[in-house]
């Protein structure tokens, strides 16, 4: 054989070729889209903040349904709750044939103490916990085709009606969330705001975010199209959305709508002359729903996984070899990981506390869209 035979031509990559007749494949939308529906959705949001500022009420009136209960405390024998807890709830819901698969998980007891060092501890666990329990099912050898999903898809943060400026605790826990999860900031109760200082407030939240370099979500990213661009800047422009909640009907021109009655007047909660609620609804369900969980997927768990398979490699190169760790080639699994992470308990034990990898990892490997920080 000649050593001319043997050179490959390029392949001309960019050709476009009418079709002479219809060959179907145009379908795999539809094919997509009914295995899809088949499957349904999970969603996931979380939603902290100080009891009493209607965290509860806003979610059955974003999802238009009782889904989960008050529980602040309503007489003042009741007494505080000692420590953030983690509840949740799941519901299915249907629309239009879509089945979502909806877990709320509710952290009630938030803020609630006179000392709050610490209460947002639980919460940054519950979300690596949940990172962490979607890792190991994708690292045991016999993997399921479909992971169920827990990670946390949202987290609605409450800033209470002050009109004043942030709280310190507001400002610690906002930087600390928004490093592991999407955080998408409210003003609750914001029927108690006058518009101007409605405005005045959101003005002074935002110069806050800037100060302290809180990046929240919708991250900048460059795989987002002119449209999706500017939808995102909209978005980013409105934040935080300053809300009122409502599970009861009030009649308005003899129409029933989510409002809230009191001796001045009535709120219309789904007028966007009375508050952001319709905006943030919109947001969250028919812009947002899918790029929240994807966001999550590409981002927050990206950087878990990084920072616990670097920890777990390190764990288990021999000291003498340590020094060589930077000639694996980025993306691959180490070695030690190949063979199925062996020591099982090794995998558990990174796994089983998030924090303890030490390792700081930069960029997501999946994803250009620029991030907070991980610390
Ligand atoms: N004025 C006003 N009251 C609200 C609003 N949302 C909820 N509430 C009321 O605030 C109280 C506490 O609400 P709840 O949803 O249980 O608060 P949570 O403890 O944060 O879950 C209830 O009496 C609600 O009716 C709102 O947007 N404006
Ligand atoms: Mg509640």
Redesign the pocket.
């Known amino acids: 054989m000649s050593s001319s035979s043997l050179t490959v031509e390029p392949v001309a990559s960019s050709l476009q070729t009418a079709l002479e007749g219809y060959v179907g494949f145009d379908t795999i939308t539809q094919q997509i889209e009914k295995k899809l529906l088949k499957r349904g959705f999970h969603f996931n949001v979380m939603?902290v903040?100080?009891?009493?500022?209607?965290?509860?009420?806003?979610?059955?009136?974003i999802f238009a349904s009782h889904l989960?209960?008050?529980?602040?405390r309503l007489s003042a024998d009741e007494p505080p709750r000692q420590t953030t807890e983690i509840q949740t709830v799941s519901h299915l819901i249907e629309e239009n044939g879509v089945r979502l698969r909806l877990n709320i998980v509710?952290t009630?007891g938030y803020g609630d103490q006179v000392n709050n060092e610490n209460c947002w501890e639980p919460i940054i666990k519950y979300i690596k916990d949940q990172h962490s329990a979607y890792l190991r099912k994708e690292l045991t050898a016999t993997r399921d085709r479909y992971i169920q999903d827990t990670r946390v898809h949202c987290c609605l943060f409450?800033i209470g009606p002050t009109g004043h400026a942030l709280k310190p605790i507001d400002i610690v826990v906002l930087k600390k969330l928004s490093e592991v999860v999407n955080v998408v900031p409210v003003i609750?109760?914001?029927?108690?705001l006058t518009i101007d200082e409605r405005a005045a407030f959101k003005q002074r939240i935002k110069a806050e975010l800037v100060f302290h370099n809180i990046k929240l979500y919708p991250y900048e990213s460059d795989e987002d199209d002119e449209q999706e661009q500017a939808l995102n800047e909209s978005i980013r422009e409105l934040l935080p959305f300053a809300?009122?909640?409502?599970?009861?009907n009030v009649v308005i021109d003899g129409k029933p709508v989510r409002g809230?009655k009191?001796r001045y007047g009535v709120?219309n909660?789904e007028n966007e002359e009375h508050?952001e609620f319709i905006y943030l609804r919109n947001f969250l369900t028919r812009t947002h729903l899918q790029d929240l969980i994807e966001t999550t997927a590409q981002i927050h768990y990206e950087a878990f996984r990084a920072k616990q398979l670097l920890a777990i490699k390190e764990s288990t190169q021999p000291a003498s070899s340590q020094a060589s760790l930077g000639a694996t080639p980025n993306g691959m699994l180490p070695n030690s990981l190949n063979t199925m992470v062996s020591p099982n308990s090794l995998v558990s034990n990174a796994l089983a506390s998030p924090g303890a990898a030490s390792s700081a990892v930069g960029s997501p490997a999946q994803s250009n869209k620029s991030v907070p920080a991980f610390g």
Not at 49 to 61: F, P
Not at 243 to 248: A, C, D, K, P
């Open positions: 939603v903040g100080q009891s009493g500022l209607g965290k509860s009420t806003l979610v059955n009136t989960i209960e008050s529980k602040a509710d009630p409450f609750a109760k914001s029927d108690s809300i009122v909640g409502s599970e009861r809230r009191n709120i909660v508050c």
